[in-house]
Nanobody, 127 residues
Framework: QVQLVESGGGSVQSGGSLRLSCAASGITVITRCMGWFRQAPGKEREGVAVIASDGSTSYADSVKGRFTISQDNAKNTMYLQMNSLKPEDTAMYYC?????????????????????WGQGTQVTVSS
């Protein structure tokens, strides 16, 4: 049984930092395309960042240069380091995993590409 458990969310002021974690069981994160998504109230869920099994990464334009996605093989955990946070980053953040080791170019728009999802962790950024 695959489980993805997010943690690390919280409330911070604008300009602050948080590191989200996604602990996986039932799959090995470095063998999959793994991603972070977020959903703000009243908005659709959107892609934030992905990392493929070869270590290649891709980011949404809105977070480039501020967020970094990474993995720890020993801990079977994926991370999202978020710096220079803005109020518009406020959302529920979800981690997700594909069945495959590569990430499709349409990863940020096609949520159906991802087979497994966590329950989410809330990030709130105040101005």
């Amino acid at each position: 049984q695959v489980q993805l458990v997010e943690s690390g969310g919280g409330s911070v002021q604008s300009g602050g930092s948080l590191r989200l974690s996604c602990a996986a069981s039932g799959i090995t994160v470095i063998t999959r395309c793994m991603g972070w998504f977020r959903q703000a109230p009243g908005k659709e869920r959107e892609g934030v960042a992905v990392i493929a099994s070869d270590g290649s990464t891709s980011y949404a334009d809105s977070v480039k240069g501020r967020f970094t996605i990474s993995q720890d093989n020993a801990k079977n955990t994926m991370y999202l380091q978020m710096n220079s946070l803005k109020p518009e980053d406020t959302a529920m953040y979800y981690c997700a995993a594909r069945h495959y080791d590569y990430c499709s170019p349409s990863w940020s728009k096609n949520l159906a590409l991802f087979a497994y999802w966590g329950q989410g962790t809330q990030v709130t950024v105040s101005s």
